[in-house]
């Protein structure tokens, strides 16, 4: 049974790759955005609520003996302990998939194309706000992960990630 835990700054292609890997294996996929956009914006640390939800939801279906996949930035060192003490209490092996986008050009271009889908003000949808965003909550996403740590540069095509993915479980 797999806990795995995806990584990565907005844009980076975490949530796109999280959602082709559960369709693939049948798991469960759980986004902490689903939880955050249900919070409202006034809520002091939604943030911190909406991993909680997530977490817990998670170890819910684990203990169900399900694997299941997190999708989140997971940028500070408390999520990945949230998510390790998930793995320990249902026995589960954590995985934890980093995405990163390493053409600047087309992660701009990703950010900037949300702008069109209408979503909550917590998104990044502009690139300059999220370079902003990139210097607060980027440093403190360089922890050291001790399990299982994969990680895929999402220019490839999405077949291409996914097959990387497979393969290094197997």
Not at 47 to 64: N, S, T, W
Not at 90 to 99: H, K, P, S
Not at 117 to 134: E, I, K, M, N, S
Request: aromatic residues 8%; contains cysteine; hydrophobic residues 40%.
């Amino acid at each position: 049974m797999w806990l795995i835990v995806m990584k990565g700054l907005p844009g980076s292609g975490k949530s796109t790759l999280s959602r082709v890997v559960s369709k693939h294996f049948g798991w469960p996929l759980i986004d902490k955005d689903d939880a955050r956009d249900c919070l409202a914006d006034e809520i002091p640390e939604a943030g911190g609520v909406a991993y909680d939800i997530m977490f817990r939801i998670a170890c819910r279906q684990l203990l169900q003996r399900l694997s299941v996949i997190c999708d989140s930035p997971l940028t500070a060192p408390m999520s990945y302990d949230h998510a390790q003490a998930v793995a320990r209490k249902t026995q589960a092996t954590l995985i934890v998939i980093e995405c990163i986008c390493s053409d600047e050009t087309l992660w701009k271009r990703r950010i900037t194309s949300r702008e069109a889908f209408g979503l909550p003000a917590h998104h990044q949808t502009d690139w300059d706000r999220f370079q902003v965003y990139r210097r607060l909550h980027g440093f403190q996403a360089n922890y050291p992960i001790s399990y299982l740590h994969l990680v895929v540069d999402t220019i490839k095509p999405i077949h291409e990630c996914l097959n990387e993915i497979v393969v290094w479980l197997a």
